[in-house]
């Protein structure tokens, strides 16, 4: 897969760019805060459709467009998958509401035809590796679901859409607990909303459980290479609720490896509504759901220890760093495809070696972008393969 065009109206710095992308390396050249990473960030929300800089959609559109009573920000990619050409297009429309307010409306657009972000994710694939996503590691569970989620919506086809309707279910859920510990009632009219809950969440924990044992394989490996051999990094995926513990949800160590992968989303089901059933009582009582996929956690282990609690700097980035080339490696595995890399400022985090071995991996797939603020930290030979954009003040041009 590769992107052939880009085009952006009124996104973030960059009011207009129309732009040709080779189907190899680009490095977008230029000094801090000139619009390099808003390029990135463009591409990656036609991936996932959302950002990784903010979680309000509103914050992407041009901030003098946004002054506007209507303002519209415009992202369209041309792109190969296979043998098929293919178009994605997203708007986002900020239009007047109400007195003096204003409401976000978002469109997405498949080869000219309005679909659901559920219906369209996965179509167009790449991965993003951002200074901020070592939140992923340092941050709380929140950030590392989010993670999962993105991942697997761009590899799985009904992912993006069984994830809504689960949060849906959870919302209906939780206010019908919060009623009745406020109000007292019948608490049979859990049952329908506790089916719903198990029948999507049992889904995602074991969608979530085969691929955190396939990512693994890939970050492990490349772990052992990154480290030279001298740690071993595991990814221990702790669901909230967990099939193999019903009874007991916190009983064993961090370091101790569990094999889920023979388990059967029938399995998953029966345990989940049974544990439910057990903590009926505590839940209407705390008016929450308390178990379920939104309550999950991903750590990340090298040679026994928690990272987030106790790997250094320099273990934290290697170990992000083995995550991101192993969703490249898994993602292609899962649909055929190699996604489109991003990598913004990247290579400052590294040293020397580090940097050679991410040229290295990312020299297998069909179209990477970096952006930098220096050239030398790329070797002469790197450069003189790469077709150079410079970036000033939110206009890009091909360096010729």
Same mark, same amino acid.
């Given at each position: 897969?590769?992107?052939?065009?880009?085009?952006?109206?009124?996104?973030?710095?960059?009011t207009?760019?129309?732009?040709?992308?080779?189907?190899?390396?680009?490095l977008?050249?230029?000094?801090?805060?000139?619009?390099?990473?808003?390029?990135l960030?463009?591409?990656?929300?036609l991936a996932?459709?959302?950002s990784?800089?903010?979680?309000?959609?509103?914050?992407?559109?041009n901030?003098?467009e946004?002054?506007?009573?209507?303002?519209?920000?415009?992202?369209?990619?041309?792109?190969?998958?296979?043998?098929?050409?293919?178009?994605?297009?997203?708007?986002l429309?900020?239009?007047?509401s109400?007195v003096n307010?204003?409401?976000?409306?978002?469109?997405?657009?498949?080869?000219?035809?309005k679909?659901q972000?559920?219906?369209v994710?996965g179509?167009?694939?790449?991965?993003?590796?951002?200074?901020?996503m070592?939140?992923?590691?340092?941050?709380?569970?929140?950030e590392r679901?989010?993670?999962?989620?993105?991942?697997?919506?761009?590899?799985v086809?009904?992912?993006?859409? %069984?994830?809504?309707?689960?949060?849906?279910?959870?919302?209906?859920?939780?206010?019908?607990?919060?009623?009745?510990?406020e109000?007292g009632?019948?608490?049979n009219?859990?049952? %329908?909303?506790d089916?719903?809950l198990?029948?999507?969440g049992?889904?995602?924990?074991?969608?979530?459980?085969?691929? %955190?044992?396939?990512i693994?394989?890939?970050?492990?490996r490349?772990?052992?290479e990154l480290t030279?051999?001298?740690?071993?990094?595991?990814?221990?995926?702790?669901?909230?609720?967990?099939?193999?513990?019903?009874?007991?949800?916190?009983g064993?160590?961090?370091?101790?490896?569990?094999?889920r992968?023979?388990l059967?989303?029938?399995e998953?089901q029966?345990?989940?509504?049974?544990?439910?059933?057990?903590?009926?009582?505590?839940?209407?009582?705390?008016?929450?759901?308390?178990?379920?996929?939104?309550r999950?956690?991903?750590?990340?282990?090298?040679?026994?220890?928690?990272?987030s609690?106790?790997?250094?700097?320099?273990?934290?980035r290697?170990?992000l760093?083995?995550?991101?080339l @192993?969703?490249?490696?898994?993602?292609?595995?899962?649909?055929?495809?190699?996604p489109?890399?991003?990598?913004?400022?990247?290579?400052?985090?590294?040293d020397?070696?580090?940097r @050679?071995?991410?040229?290295k991996?990312?020299g297998k797939?069909?179209?990477?972008?970096?952006?930098?603020?220096?050239?030398?930290?790329f070797?002469p030979?790197f450069v003189?393969?790469?077709?150079l954009?410079?970036?000033?003040g939110?206009?890009v041009?091909?360096?010729?």
């Amino acid at each position: 897969m590769y992107l052939k065009h880009l085009s952006l109206t009124n996104f973030r710095s960059l009011t207009r760019l129309d732009i040709e992308l080779p189907r190899r390396v680009v490095l977008l050249v230029g000094s801090n805060a000139q619009g390099k990473t808003s390029v990135l960030e463009a591409i990656y929300f036609l991936a996932a459709f959302t950002s990784l800089q903010t979680h309000v959609d509103r914050q992407i559109v041009n901030f003098h467009e946004a002054k506007n009573p209507l303002a519209v920000t415009r992202l369209v990619a041309d792109y190969q998958r296979g043998k098929t050409n293919q178009r994605i297009e997203a708007r986002l429309i900020l239009e007047p509401s109400g007195v003096n307010g204003q409401r976000l409306r978002k469109e997405i657009l498949l080869n000219g035809a309005k679909k659901q972000v559920s219906d369209v994710m996965g179509h167009f694939n790449a991965v993003i590796f951002v200074p901020q996503m070592s939140q992923i590691i340092e941050g709380g569970p929140d950030e590392r679901r989010r993670y999962l989620n993105l991942a697997l919506a761009q590899t799985v086809p009904a992912y993006a859409r %069984v994830l809504s309707e689960y949060h849906q279910a959870l919302t209906q859920r939780n206010a019908l607990l919060k009623t009745l510990s406020e109000r007292g009632g019948d608490t049979n009219q859990l049952q %329908v909303w506790d089916d719903a809950l198990v029948r999507l969440g049992a889904q995602i924990i074991l969608w979530r459980i085969q691929a %955190v044992q396939e990512i693994e394989r890939f970050a492990s490996r490349i772990h052992h290479e990154l480290t030279r051999g001298t740690e071993v990094l595991r990814l221990a995926y702790e669901p909230s609720y967990d099939p193999l513990k019903p009874e007991m949800q916190l009983g064993l160590k961090l370091d101790t490896k569990i094999d889920r992968s023979n388990l059967e989303l029938d399995e998953i089901q029966k345990g989940f509504l049974a544990r439910l059933k057990t903590l009926r009582s505590e839940e209407i009582a705390r008016g929450v759901t308390t178990i379920g996929p939104h309550r999950d956690d991903l750590r990340f282990v090298i040679n026994k220890a928690d990272v987030s609690d106790y790997g250094s700097r320099g273990q934290m980035r290697t170990t992000l760093l083995a995550l991101k080339l @192993a969703e490249v490696e898994w993602m292609q595995e899962r649909t055929g495809e190699w996604p489109v890399i991003l990598l913004d400022e990247v290579m400052a985090e590294l040293d020397g070696n580090r940097r @050679a071995d991410l040229l290295k991996y990312v020299g297998k797939s069909e179209q990477v972008l970096f952006t930098t603020t220096d050239l030398n930290m790329f070797t002469p030979e790197f450069v003189e393969q790469a077709e150079l954009w410079d970036v000033s003040g939110g206009v890009v041009t091909p360096r010729k």
